[in-house]
């Protein structure tokens, strides 16, 4: 049988869509290939043309979203009903009741989110079936600086940039942490979308300048077992916010999506 290859546009060129991009440009993804590109500011030096988003969802079957939680928030509904296929990576966006609901409910296109930055969210849905949890912590450390915040005061600030060991810059649910940190707390939202409910989450954001690998714990607890995932990633070097593995669970997605045979689900 002769596969369709999905047309991608990747939306932001930044340290996720640019990996993605260059992939799907070098043709290494089977049965997916790059479109075009939109971001908000004129680049350079890319392989496929720059198009405004109009352009995208009518030469596009897929949309990557690697632009920010803002640009879900505006348009994500609109690629739906377009019907484009939105890949999305700022779950963050998703911690709205509202924004979620329409996002989830709009078509014809279909919405996906990366398990991104962290591993084991394939389980902790699994559990839905089994109840869920009783308990669901995440512990997300990170270097300070990618951490600082406009809402922040100086006495936090000054904590942060003077720490010696870590530093928990702020303890709060899966709803309340992604707003907050709309570049750096993604996984929060992620486990929450994973266990459908985003005030059973404990999140832990902890400043640590140490922590030169970037580090997720999840801990969840049920009647029907217990789970720890924990991993250290190195970051981006050009935007040490992101972990340098980001952009291959995207393409992990994409594979999945565009129906690589082999795919673990
Ligand atoms: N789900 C996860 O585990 C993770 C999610 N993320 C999130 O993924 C998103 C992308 O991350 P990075 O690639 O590290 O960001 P980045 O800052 O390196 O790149 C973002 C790019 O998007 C462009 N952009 C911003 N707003 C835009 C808009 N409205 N329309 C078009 N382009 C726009 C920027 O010009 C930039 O080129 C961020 O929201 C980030 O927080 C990042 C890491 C992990
Ligand atoms: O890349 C990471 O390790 C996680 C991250 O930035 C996020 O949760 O937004």
């Avoid at 897929?62 to 920010?68: D, N, P, R, S």
Wanted: glycine fraction near 10%; charge should be negative; aromatic fraction near 4%.
């Amino acid at each position: 049988m002769q596969r369709t290859v999905t047309r991608v546009g990747v939306v932001g060129w930044g340290a996720i869509g640019r990996t993605v991009g260059q992939v799907l440009a070098q043709g290494r993804l089977a049965g997916a290939e790059l479109t075009c590109v939109v971001d908000n500011r004129p680049l350079h030096d890319i392989p496929v043309p720059q198009a405004t988003l109009e352009q995208a969802i009518e030469e596009c079957d897929l949309l990557v979203e690697a632009a920010g939680q803002s640009f879900v928030r505006e348009w994500g509904t609109r690629v739906l009903e377009a019907g484009t296929d939105l890949l999305v990576a700022s779950t963050g966006a998703l911690t709205d009741d509202e924004a979620a609901a329409k996002l989830l409910a709009a078509g014809p296109g279909r919405v996906y989110f990366t398990g991104g930055a962290v591993g084991g969210i394939d389980l902790l849905q699994a559990a839905r079936g089994l109840g869920g949890f009783r308990s669901v912590r995440l512990t997300t450390t990170k270097l300070p600086a990618t951490l600082e915040q406009p809402w922040m005061d100086a006495e936090l600030l000054d904590r942060m940039r003077t720490a010696t060991g870590p530093v928990e810059v702020m303890r709060g649910t899966a709803r309340d942490v992604p707003v907050k940190f709309p570049r750096s707390t993604n996984v929060a939202a992620t486990v929450a979308l994973a266990v459908g409910d985003p005030d059973r989450v404990e999140v832990s954001v902890v400043a640590d300048p140490a922590a030169v690998r970037t580090r997720h714990v999840i801990e969840a607890d049920g009647d029907h077992g217990s789970y720890r995932f924990e991993v250290d990633h190195v970051p981006d070097p050009g935007n040490p916010a992101t972990s340098r593995i980001v952009p291959h669970a995207v393409l992990r997605g994409l594979a999945a999506i565009t129906g690589t045979a082999g795919q673990i689900l």
